[in-house]
């Protein structure tokens, strides 16, 4: 059985290349996922990511 089923995940920085791809896999494997990104253009902050 999988561990992450029906768990529920934090992700800060969800929206950046890490964060993305964990957040992908994650709901792949059935956990719920809640994601969290301050999206500041000074630090590449991007909303089309």
């Known amino acids: ?5 029906n768990k529920q995940v934090l ?8 964060g993305s791809n ?6 792949a494997q059935g956990a719920v996922v809640t ?4 999206l500041i253009p000074q630090y590449g902050g991007n909303p089309f990511s």
């Open 1 to 5: 059985m999988n561990e992450y089923a």
């Open 11 to 18: 992700i800060t920085g969800g929206l950046g290349f890490i």
């Open 22 to 27: 964990l957040a992908r896999e994650l709901v």
């Open 35 to 38: 994601l969290v990104d301050s």
